[in-house]
């Protein structure tokens, strides 16, 4: 087994066998991470045979790992390690000095003997959320002028800087981006990717003691996503936002542990995960 770089003819079989776990991924998916870290994204390979895929994103001194898979009957035989030791190595060499990754619980054991400590569990919900009432919401749409804004304020309570992330989501068209405008700064932001009828809401950033904040944003962002087939993915441990996805018709798919080899890091804010791959 051997494992190489990803390159545009991989992935219909990535796509393929990601969608044998229902990742909803498309070939869009794989060129946007591809895009994001050329370098990044591995296929594992017994001779000419595409056996598994893994993807890895650096953000500064943050690596996430994401869409690590192998074909069903090559499993238990050392090739997910092979994939998970090669996404490591690659972002150790970008110098990142935490790698997180978002595990299946039954997985963690796994991911825990290369190093991985468990952090908090997030729950992922789908719904089709219809529009809130009118209210007075503080929330507004960013403006090319707020990019700038949103990242710094990413960076200081991510710690890690998700620059080429926050500006490909944002400045796609399709996409949606809210502030909570807070004296010279904000007090937080959450972002939306759509896809056709699909959409999943993340990331939200706020600061942690302003609930009402994220509320505004999560309702707004809904709002504007009514109708559509919307994932949110988020720590169980944020009860408001879980009641309003809960009274807005969400419910849970699946759970997942958040693991960090390093430090942890989004301690002191208010979190809903970009994405599974990308944290
Ligand atoms: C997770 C996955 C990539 C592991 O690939 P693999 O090729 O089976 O992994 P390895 O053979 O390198 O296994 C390494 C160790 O993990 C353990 N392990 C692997 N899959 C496991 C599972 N489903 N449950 C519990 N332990 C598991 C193995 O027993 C092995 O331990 P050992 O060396 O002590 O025997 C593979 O099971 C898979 O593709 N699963 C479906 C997709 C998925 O769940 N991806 C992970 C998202 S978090």
Known sequence: MHVEKMSADDFPFAVQLSNTMSWNMTVEDFEFIMKLEPEGCFVLFSGAERLG???????????????????????????????????????????????????YPH???????????????????QGEPAAF????STARRAQNSDIQKIIEFDRRFLGADRQKLLEAIILKAENLCYIVPHSNGISGYVAAKVYGADAEVGPLVCLANHVEAAEKLLK????????????????????????????????????????FLGSALAKKCIYIAESLERG
Request: aromatic share 10%; hydrophobic share 45%; charged share 20%.
């Open 133 to 136: 009432p009118p209210e007075d």
């Open 220 to 259: 707004t962002v809904l709002s504007s996503l009514r109708g559509l087939n919307v994932s949110v993915c988020l720590p169980k441990k944020e009860a408001e936002l879980l009641d309003l996805l809960h009274a807005a018709g969400f419910r849970e798919k699946f759970r997942v542990v958040r693991m």
């Open 53 to 103: 895929i893994c993807t890895a994103i650096s953000f500064g001194n943050l690596g996430w790992i994401g869409n690590l898979i192998v074909k069903e009957a090559y499993r238990k035989e050392g090739a997910g390690s092979l994939l998970l030791k090669q996404a490591i190595a690659y972002l150790r060499s970008k110098q990142v000095a935490t790698i997180g990754l978002y595990a």
């Open 107 to 125: 997985l963690t054991s796994f991911y825990t003997s290369f190093g991985f400590k468990p952090d908090i569990e997030f729950l992922v919900l």
